[in-house]
């Protein structure tokens, strides 16, 4: 009898414990300005390949709601920290600043840096030199506007921008001449009928840029990100995913 009521109280403890896992929610913070990463759609619908990932993950931790909650760029890590949503999965490079203030996933992808201009500038060079004296334009608080700050300084005139999408109104307008930015928005910008004038220009100036899932500092959250990440890269979802954006992988 005494063996039959612990059997009964272990299962009562399960049945608990697994109606509230399924009844978890998780919020997933986004910028939702970086397509084809994320941005909205005409009925102002998330969508974009980091919402994607972000839902398969869900489905593979088999978390029950999965809700995006959207954040301007500069304020995102600390919405963060303030619990204002539960991962971030906006397109975040991993660099050491960052870890200081949040832990990170493994990688979800892998980007490149590259500078676009105009077709009609056959003359460009990712030199200093060349670019002395040039404005260049980037999104704020990104690895790309970092790297300009630390490898051209007071060489070239950096224009920072709020979101992606500003930096290349100023560039169509003439207002810069030349983006750094993240190779695989580019591509996407430059198929558009705005960039048709514009193109890459000499090689990536950083080749290996990781990007990450960040959560809070300590947060059991990471490991469980990481399994799934692991599980929709191994079952094929991933490249599903990858490919509806991109004619190549960007794993």
């Known amino acids: 009898m ?13 049945m608990a414990f697994s109606a509230t896992a399924a009844a ?19 009925s102002g619908q998330v969508v974009g390949f980091d919402k994607d990932i972000g839902d398969a993950l869900c489905a593979k931790m088999k978390v029950e709601k999965c809700e ?15 619990k204002k949503f539960d991962f971030l999965i906006s397109s975040l490079s991993i660099t050491d600043e960052r870890k200081q203030a949040v832990d990170f996933t493994d990688p979800y992808y892998s980007n490149k840096l590259q500078f676009i201009a105009p077709k009609t500038t056959t003359d460009f060079k990712t030199d200093k030199a060349y670019l002395k004296g040039k404005t260049i334009g980037a999104q704020r608080a990104t690895l790309a506007g970092t790297w300009l700050e630390d490898n051209l300084g007071d060489d070239i005139k950096t224009t920072l921008y709020d979101t992606q999408e500003n930096a290349y109104l100023d560039l169509t307008s003439g207002r810069v001449d030349a983006i750094l930015a993240d190779k695989y928005v580019q591509f996407d910008w430059l198929k558009t009928d705005a960039g048709k004038a514009y193109e890459f220009k000499g090689e990536p100036v950083v080749e290996s840029d990781k990007v990450g899932i960040a959560v809070r500092k300590g947060d059991p959250l ?11 890269k191994a079952d094929g979802t991933y490249k599903k ?8 992988s960007i794993e």
């Open 24 to 42: 978890e929610t998780l919020k997933m913070g986004i910028e939702a300005a970086y397509p084809p990463f994320n941005n909205k759609d005409a």
């Open 2 to 14: 005494q063996n039959y009521k612990k059997f009964l109280l272990a299962a009562a403890v399960t």
């Open 68 to 82: 995006v909650y959207v954040s301007d760029w500069d304020g995102i890590i600390p919405a963060l920290n303030a």
């Open 241 to 248: 995913i990858n490919d509806k954006y991109f004619p190549f």
């Open 222 to 232: 990471r490991e469980r990100l990481n399994k799934a990440l692991a599980e929709i």
